[in-house]
């Protein structure tokens, strides 16, 4: 049972390397074929184009395909539906005490 276990960690880990070195060289071919064409950029190894994928994967986060991120606005809509009318005013007021008003203010007449 353990034995079974820990091989199935090992092809794990081995098939997340070779889908890592696979995405790297994706990215290193890409680049070396298209930015100094473009833009006369240098062309990068193996270990740069990792980088790049690392990075992306901090700046751009780590969820999964498209639609995901939107994932949150379904589930509000489905409580909002089931609210009351009381419970969706104390809401809207508690959003309006975090993060202000939603619409802009009414115009102040001049004088």
Not at 58 to 63: C, S
Not at 74 to 93: G, L
């Amino acid at each position: 049972m353990r034995k079974h276990r820990i091989l199935r960690i090992l092809k794990f880990v081995l098939l997340a390397a070779l889908l890592l070195a696979v995405f790297s060289f994706v990215v290193m071919s890409l680049w070396n074929w298209l930015m100094p064409t473009l833009f006369s950029w240098h062309h990068i190894t193996f270990w740069q184009a990792l980088g790049l994928l690392v990075l992306s994967k901090i700046l751009l986060g780590f969820r999964g395909g498209p639609g995901v991120s939107w994932s949150w606005r379904r589930r509000v809509m489905e409580r909002w539906e089931h609210m009351t009318p009381e419970e969706r005013e104390k809401f809207r007021q508690t959003m309006r005490d975090r993060c202000g008003p939603f619409s802009p203010p009414a115009a102040e007449p001049k004088a």
